[in-house]
């Protein structure tokens, strides 16, 4: 009687040991293979598909630059930006007229709003990594800050804070006085409170645009600033 119980603890004692060693190899062997070195438990090297990264950069200014190009567009003018931008104001020129300067070589030049509309509407133009104006004052009125879109001529002409789409708002060009004007103020002067104008984006940096004019100018036109 006690070896027959005797018996019956070792028998549930070994169907239990045996019963945890299966599971333990079923377990092991799933999860291993048929091995003891178990590669298979070892982390996975993550690899992108791509075998080498390229660096990634903000898409380069279209037809002019900041940065002096290796061979400068043959047949440019030479202007700071601002000034660039400071005659096109003063000119009153409507989109596809040209305006007038002397660049800072003293010669005389024409340009179009086209050469002008980069400032607005590129990154990377002002400063390596800035951001273009259109990013934030779009032609959609609903986000644009001071309802001021800057995305096309139309839009510049029309004016800052808008009541609607359609409505005219306040003259950003200062009535031509460049200097007078709102966005030489938001382009000179950095501005502590308003998100995207902390800085001044104005830079002593020249830009090749424009093309040299023959003959005297048809009317008289602003003197750059001579860059070195
Ligand atoms: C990060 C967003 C941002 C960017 C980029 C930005 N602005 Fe602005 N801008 C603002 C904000 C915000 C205001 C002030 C809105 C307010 O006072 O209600 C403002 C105001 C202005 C104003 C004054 C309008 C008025 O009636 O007071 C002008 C002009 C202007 N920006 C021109 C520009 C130009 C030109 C650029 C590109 C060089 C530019 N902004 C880039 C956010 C931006």
Avoid at 20 to 34: K, P
Avoid at 111 to 135: I, K
Wanted: net charge negative; with cysteine.
């Amino acid at each position: 009687m006690k070896d027959d119980v005797r018996k019956y603890i070792y028998g549930a004692i070994t169907v239990f040991l045996l019963g945890v060693m299966t599971w333990i190899s079923i377990v092991y062997v799933s999860a291993c293979g048929v091995t003891l070195t178990c590669n298979r438990a070892t982390f996975k090297v993550d690899r992108t598909p791509i075998p080498t990264l390229i660096p990634a950069t903000l898409p380069a200014a279209s037809n002019v630059s900041l940065q002096e190009p290796v061979v400068p567009a043959r047949n440019s003018c030479r202007i700071p930006a601002a000034d660039l931008i400071g005659a096109w104001v003063s000119a009153k020129a409507p989109e596809a007229a040209p305006f007038y300067f002397v660049d800072a070589d003293g010669k005389n030049c024409e340009a179009v709003f086209g050469d002008v509309q980069p400032f607005f509407t590129e990154s990377n133009l002002w400063r390596p990594g800035s951001l273009s104006c259109v990013s934030c004052h779009s032609g959609d009125m609903t986000v644009s800050p001071a309802q001021l879109d800057l995305s096309s001529y139309a839009g510049i002409m029309t004016g800052s804070r808008r009541a609607e789409d359609t409505t005219r708002g306040m003259d950003i060009l200062g009535g031509g006085d460049w200097k007078m004007s709102l966005l030489y103020e938001f382009l000179a002067s950095s501005k502590a409170n308003v998100p995207g104008h902390e800085e001044a984006v104005i830079a002593d940096s020249f830009v090749f645009a424009g093309t040299p004019f023959a003959g005297p100018l048809p009317t008289p036109a602003p003197t750059a600033t001579p860059v070195p």
